[in-house]
């Protein structure tokens, strides 16, 4: 069973930044990519970032296109989401996920894709 421990969030004002990482644990040859998700108070997780492993592609919300970066160090098992110009609205507890080796089609925009799921961590941002 794969693990997830993120770390990073914190509270910072509008125009400021924040970098969240994710470290993975366990079995983690069969990982196919991660992803971040953020959920805020009464609304539905939403997909924020994600990264294959296979190819090193990368994708993102539009809401962060520009502001954030998702990468990973496959070294340490760990992916990052460095946050810059963050907004009242980037408020959420971010959660980082994992998707193993697919055995069916499915994307990696859809929460309920993913195989493993961190803790979460709290970002606020304060206007």
């Known amino acids: 069973q794969v693990q997830l421990v993120e770390s990073g969030g914190g509270l910072v004002q509008a125009g400021g930044s924040l970098s969240l990482a994710c470290v993975a644990s366990?079995?983690?040859?069969?990982?196919?990519?991660m992803g971040w998700f953020r959920q805020a108070p009464g609304k539905e997780r939403q997909f924020v970032a994600s990264?294959?492993?296979?190819?090193?592609?990368?994708d993102y919300a539009d809401s962060v296109k520009g502001r954030f970066t998702i990468s990973r160090d496959d070294a340490k098992n760990t992916v990052y989401l460095q946050m810059i110009k963050l907004q009242p609205e980037d408020t959420a507890v971010y959660y980082c996920?994992?998707?193993?080796?697919?055995?069916?089609?499915?994307?990696?925009?859809?929460?309920?894709?993913?195989?493993?799921w961190g803790q979460g961590t709290q970002v606020t941002v304060s206007s």
């Open positions: 996920a994992a998707k193993d080796i697919p055995v069916r089609s499915g994307s990696l925009y859809v929460w309920d894709w993913y195989d493993y």
């Open positions: 366990g079995p983690t040859s069969k990982i196919y990519a």
């Open positions: 990264s294959r492993r296979t190819d090193g592609v990368s």
